[in-house]
């Protein structure tokens, strides 16, 4: 169907590559929107913008029509906020859109980021490709199968999201101090990582040394 899209380029660009393979499907934005009578069955929510052309309030606005019309509510992840690597904060995440879409119009949500099992999914087709392309078909065959996302480790700043599809998953995962979660946050928290680091630098330097193993933990104060 076609899609209203709210968001930064990276949420166009994927969904405008899905959309080719289905003919008579097309991406609305808030440019492109048109007269009165355009269809729209999807309105999806990514990163969202503060003034100029893209400005995503204009863009709620005209998604709150397509709503009331029926189309589905989706949205890339469910973070308020986000925290830059100067340590200030960013109100750039989805859900203050969604919140007021759901409340407005009174249309339920559904979440395709963190911590929905379905970006893993995607996540081990995209490794099970870049292992198998530069094999032969005999390579192939042996390895096809051996490719388990349990072998490798997720690193995130977030522990509702990075931290929950991790251990849910059966995945190792690094927690790095550098984003939204703070020690205090941690230590109150049921969901416990297996590494936590500073930063990224810290956590690379780990894996430099050889520091961390599959099911490893350090004692991070």
């Not at 992840?77 to 119009?105: A, H």
Request: hydrophobic residues 35%.
């Amino acid at each position: 169907g076609n899609v209203f899209v709210i968001g930064e380029d990276g949420v166009k660009e994927g969904i405008s590559d899905a959309l080719a393979a289905s003919p008579g499907c097309r991406m609305i934005t808030n440019s492109s929107v048109g007269g009165e009578g355009v269809h729209c069955d999807f309105v999806c929510v990514g990163t969202i913008f503060t003034g100029g052309p893209n400005d995503s309030w204009t863009g709620a606005e005209q998604a709150s029509t397509f709503l009331k019309r029926g189309a589905k509510l989706v949205y890339s992840n469910p973070d308020i906020y986000e925290v830059t690597q100067d340590g200030s904060y960013k109100f750039g995440c989805p859900m203050p859109v969604v919140n007021l879409l759901m409340q407005t119009t009174g249309c339920s949500s559904y979440n395709l980021g963190k911590p929905n099992p379905f970006m893993l999914r995607q996540a081990h087709d995209h490794l099970v490709h870049a292992v198998l392309s530069p094999l032969s078909q005999t390579q192939r065959s042996f390895v096809q199968g051996h490719v388990d996302l349990t072998d490798v480790l997720f690193v995130g700043d977030s522990i509702n999201t990075d931290v929950r599809i991790a251990l849910e998953n059966n995945i190792d995962v690094a927690l790095v101090l550098s984003g939204t979660t703070t020690l205090e946050a941690l230590k109150l928290s049921a969901l416990q990582p297996n590494y936590v680091f500073d930063d990224v630098k810290a956590l690379h330097e780990a894996l430099s040394r050889g520091d961390l193993s599959r099911g490893g933990r350090n004692n991070f104060q």
